[in-house]
């Protein structure tokens, strides 16, 4: 399952410095793989884009969960993300009224 970001994607079209030589390795595991596991694609999935850091690489996963926490905290929208990034907990699902002013 080809990632349809590949086009624009810096890390795809190695705009990202690859100082370990490990780029081919991860464009074959998540770019021409199994795109729903790229940090970088969890990202703009999630919050769009605009949001995917230029520096980042697929394997950034906890970087990738911050940013969407961070991201949604800011908007008073959520209360928390999953570790395997497949469920977002809003405060409409728990009853329970966002404190975050």
């Known amino acids: 399952m080809d990632c349809e970001n590949s086009d624009s994607c810096l890390f795809y079209c190695d705009e990202i410095p690859d100082d370990k030589g490990l780029g081919h390795l991860q464009k074959v595991k998540y770019c021409e793989g199994n795109k729903t596991l790229c940090a970088r694609y969890i990202v703009a999935y999630s919050i769009g884009n605009e949001n995917v850091p230029t520096d980042m690489i697929p394997n ?3 970087r990738a969960k911050k940013i969407i926490e ?32």
Request: aromatic share 8%.
């Open 60 to 62: 950034m996963i906890a």
């Open 70 to 101: 961070e991201h949604y905290l800011n908007k008073n929208e959520i209360i928390a993300v999953s570790s395997n990034m497949m469920d977002i907990i809003f405060p409409s699902q728990t009853g329970i009224e966002s404190t975050y002013e």
